[in-house]
């Protein structure tokens, strides 16, 4: 059942979508198996459990043949020296994705099994997903990071290629700024 022509509200600086669908909030306690520092995350999960990320959606639904949106708000925190970030995940069936920055610094890691890319984002920066590219967002920076994405309703979400392939690279804080590492699983 295609949703009627509908008029959604932007507010780039609250991160908000308004009407707004279906709301998504992750802790620590989600994020098993992303941080390399795994005694670090279970420690964290198992204390104060913060917020890492949540997602808000406008009410256009994840159907093929739609389109919709939803702004994503990653937190500033570091695990095991590792920047906070998403699950990452990969579109079962390779379709393309934009994402456009709305606050704060982050970055998006994409990683096609083989090559890995990484797009710094900032407010007013889209980032291009393209088809059979896995993508994580981070948070680099010590505001909260915001960014629209934009995506075909058909595409899906496969959490588990990430968890079995990982992303090509890690995102560590150091002195000044962050660095990518190789990945070790
Ligand atoms: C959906 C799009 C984003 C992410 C969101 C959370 O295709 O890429 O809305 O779902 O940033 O990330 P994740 O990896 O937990 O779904
Ligand atoms: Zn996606």
Do not use: C
């Amino acid at each position: 059942q295609p949703v009627p022509p509908m008029r959604i509200a932007f507010d780039a600086a609250a991160a908000t979508l308004s009407p707004e669908g279906p709301t998504l909030t992750r802790r620590m306690s989600d994020l098993e198996g992303l941080f390399a520092d795994h005694d670090a995350w279970r420690d964290a999960a198992e204390g104060e459990n913060p917020v890492v990320y949540s997602v808000v959606s406008s009410p256009v639904p994840e159907e093929d043949r739609e389109l919709p949106q939803s702004i994503t708000t990653i937190q500033p925190g570091t695990t095991g020296g590792e920047f906070w970030m998403t699950k990452g995940h990969q579109h079962p069936n390779h379709q393309g994705e934009i994402y456009l920055g709305l606050h704060g610094a982050g970055g998006l890691l994409m990683f096609d099994g083989e090559r890995t890319e990484w797009i710094d984002m900032a407010p007013g920066v889209i980032g291009y997903i393209p088809p059979g590219w896995a993508h994580r967002s981070v948070n680099v920076g010590d505001e909260p990071y915001s960014f629209l994405a934009v995506y075909p309703g058909g595409a899906g979400h496969d959490y588990g290629w990430v968890l079995e392939h990982g992303m090509g690279h890690r995102v560590i804080a150091g002195d000044s700024g962050f660095s990518l590492t190789d990945y070790t699983r």
